[in-house]
T-cell receptor
């Protein structure tokens, strides 16, 4: 069954604004990862947050994790046209490594120049 | 220089045919995967291999047969293709468990079954 679900399914914002995407999941996790997929391309890893972490930053990306609510958010600050892509969360369940990494349904982000 | 490469990028074929997709990674990773992405962008794990050994088979029909001749290669053979097999198939690899946890994906192989 699908583990993660992103919200919203689609998001359009003006360039320079911040974009926030949310991910909810169902079972206990070891880590949660965010990936970006440009149209017609493979997925690219953005950031990983472990279950004992609450917040992590990488450049213009900020990820939060709330294990009590089984949810995570990805914030992209000062968005650029090049950020237009689909964004997926992926959860790694406890007792497994990446072998059982399960992807969410994705948020399609469009940055309007 | 490509880390994870898969061929072909596009594949159009008739129902009932057999086809293969090849994948190679030059990252020295131990684990490789096949994922299927449907038309709604839903990405689902199909198989994962660790050092040529199958470790995950997510209830994929027997028509799909992965083969790993060595830990740098993971090929996918599909027999008796059906319309529902139309999708983008992604190969990925990752370092041993306990590493960064990051998956490295290929660019995908778009399979269209007519």
């Amino acid at each position: 069954s699908q583990q993660g679900e992103e919200d919203p399914q689609a998001l359009s914002i003006q360039e320079g604004e911040n974009a926030t995407m949310n991910c909810s999941y169902k079972t206990s996790i070891n880590n949660l990862q965010w990936y970006r997929q440009n149209s017609g391309r493979g997925l690219v890893h953005l950031i990983l947050i472990r279950s004992n972490e609450r917040e992590k930053h990488s450049g213009r990306l900020r990820v939060t994790l709330d294990t009590s609510k089984k949810s995570s958010s990805l914030l992209i600050t000062a968005s650029r046209a090049a950020d237009t892509a689909s964004y997926f969360c992926a959860t790694g369940p406890t007792n497994f490594g990446n072998e059982k990494l399960t992807f969410g349904t994705g948020t399609r982000l469009t940055i309007i120049p | 220089d490509t880390a994870v490469s898969q061929t072909p990028k596009y594949l159009v074929t008739q129902m009932g045919n057999d086809k293969s997709i090849k994948c190679e990674q030059n990252l020295g990773h131990d684990t490789m995967y096949w994922y299927k992405q449907d038309s709604k962008k839903f990405l689902k794990i199909m198989f994962s291999y660790n050092n040529k050994e199958l470790i995950i088979n997510e209830t994929v029909p027997n028509r799909f047969s992965p083969k790993s001749p060595d830990k740098a290669h993971l090929n996918l053979h599909i027999n008796s293709l059906e319309l529902g097999d139309s999708a983008v198939y992604f190969c990925a690899s990752s370092p041993p468990t306990g590493g960064t946890g990051e998956l490295f994906f290929g660019e995908g192989s778009r399979l269209t079954v007519l």
